[in-house]
């Protein structure tokens, strides 16, 4: 069975997303586009050889022959696009985040619960080779209780007043840099450990992006429900480190860390070993699986609960700093 996709949202990241569905024509189809600015639209209807093409994304909901649709909006408007393909009966793709707050992940929990359609969040540094691997190893037992994990995502944002948008704006983003880009080493965190997260305590700056509503660096500690800590690094101010890992952990019976598109990990007594494996377009793995598990009817390794759970560490991550203390992510609601 043939995909059909309706994209809500026809900005910047919608090309990458567009490149996963050009790679698999004998699964998927983008049938319908719909953005407010009818050029952005033109374009991507040209990108896939032709589609409908809609000014509201509700005509579309309405109107257009689609199973599916791919939610490419600003953050804000997250929330709404969901609940209205949800009660359309279409499944999602939603860019992250999820949402903005716990009230609206409980409103798409609603719809998408009633409604019977499937939800995945575009979590798409999941499908990197080195974090499936060594969530392989982790839950064959190979490290043993694992003590301690990193995750990072910092890179020099060249962002300026004249080309940030929305992004620079909190009640747009939801915050800054944490909700965004640093929204990728959250949920990488939360995939790798073995455990729910219970309690949150960060620290946020603004190194450099001084117009920015939000900070543009930051650093969360995460305590599970298991006793293992986690550390979110994440910056728009800075080329990190050359050493700088994507993800580390150390553990009872060793320790791994990714670095490129290798895993590099050490038992006790032993050894370095690396395991060298090939990068792929993330987004485009991340594509198939969507469209893979529409066609299977199987669920995804990220569901608007993987999502809320996401949103909730980050919201509490915001709450540390606001308060000046450790948050309990249980009375985050």
């Keep these: ?52 093409i809609f000014s509201d994304y509700n005509e ?10 791919d939610i490419c909006l600003p953050h804000h408007l997250h929330k709404d696009a969901i609940v209205a393909a949800a009660n359309a009966k279409k499944h999602i793709l939603c860019e992250k985040p999820l949402c903005l707050t716990v009230q609206e992940a409980e409103a798409v929990q609603q719809a998408v619960s009633q409604n019977g359609v499937t939800l995945m969040c575009a979590h798409n540094q999941l499908t990197m080779p080195p974090v499936a691997r060594v969530k392989q190893m982790i839950q064959e037992g190979t490290f043993g209780k694992v003590y301690e994990l990193r995750t990072t995502d910092s890179f020099f944002n060249k962002f300026d007043p004249k080309n940030m948008g929305w ?30 997260p219970v309690e949150v305590t960060a620290m946020l700056s603004k190194h450099r992006l001084e117009f920015m509503d939000g900070e543009d660096s930051a650093q969360v500690l995460v305590r599970f429900a298991d006793g293992s800590v986690g550390n979110i690094v994440t910056s728009w101010a800075y080329v990190p480190a050359s050493i700088t890992e994507k993800f580390s952990l150390v553990a009872e019976k060793g320790s791994a860390y990714s670095y490129g598109s290798d895993l590099f990990y050490k038992l006790n007594g032993e050894e370095e070993q690396k395991i060298e ?9 991340e594509i198939k699986d969507f469209v893979t598990c529409l066609q299977e009817g199987r669920r995804p390794v990220n569901t608007e609960v993987e999502g809320t759970n996401v949103l909730k ?21």
């Design 1 to 52: 069975m043939t995909i059909k996709v309706g994209l809500i949202g026809c900005g910047g990241i919608t090309g990458t997303h567009i490149r996963g569905y050009l790679r698999i024509p004998e699964q998927v189809k983008v049938a319908a586009v719909s953005d407010v600015v009818t050029a952005n639209a033109e374009k991507r209807a040209q990108e896939v050889g032709g589609a409908e």
């Design 167 to 196: 992004r620079a704006q909190r009640a747009m983003i939801g915050g800054g840099e944490l909700i965004d880009t640093g929204y990728h080493p959250t949920y990488l965190l939360l995939y790798l450990a073995s455990s729910e």
């Design 277 to 285: 494996l090939s990068s792929v377009d993330t987004f485009a793995e």
């Design 60 to 69: 579309m909901l309405a109107k257009a022959d689609i199973d599916a649709v």
């Design 313 to 333: 560490v980050i919201l509490g991550a915001y709450k540390s700093v606001e308060e000046k203390r450790t948050i309990s992510l249980a009375d985050m609601a």
